[in-house]
Nanobody, 127 residues
Framework: QVQLVESGGGLVQAGGSLRLDCAAS????????MGWFRQAPGKEREFVAA????????YNADSVKGRFTISRDNAKNTVYLQMNSLKPEDTAVYYC????????????????????WGQGTQVSVSS
């Protein structure tokens, strides 16, 4: 059974930084795309970033380009989201997600490309 556990959320002032970690277990992590999504209060969940199984290609939403960086360490079964220059509009619950199909990637990514989700971690950015 796949388990994804996020950590690293919190409260930060605008312009600050946070790093989110997501530890995976239960599937051969290194064969799958990993992604980050977020959901703000009253809004639909939206794509943030994704990284291919080998880590050689990443894809970010326009809203976070130049500020957020996704990376992974397959030896630790962990994916990271480094968030810099945070803005109040980045406030949301952030979810990591594991790709549904081995060695499959696409652009842009949809929620249906992922079939395992973490419980979410809250990120709050004050102005």
């Amino acid at each position: 059974q796949v388990q994804l556990v996020e950590s690293g959320g919190g409260l930060v002032q605008a312009g600050g930084s946070l790093r989110l970690d997501c530890a995976a277990s239960g599937r051969t992590f290194s064969r799958y795309v990993m992604g980050w999504f977020r959901q703000a209060p009253g809004k639909e969940r939206e794509f943030v970033a994704a990284i291919t199984w080998s880590g050689d290609s990443t894809y970010n939403a326009d809203s976070v380009k130049g500020r957020f960086t996704i990376s992974r360490d397959n030896a630790k079964n962990t994916v990271y989201l480094q968030m810099n220059s945070l803005k109040p509009e980045d406030t949301a619950v952030y979810y990591c997600a594991l790709g549904a199909y081995a060695y499959y990637s696409r652009r842009p990514y949809r929620e249906s490309d992922f079939n395992s989700w973490g419980q979410g971690t809250q990120v709050s950015v004050s102005s």
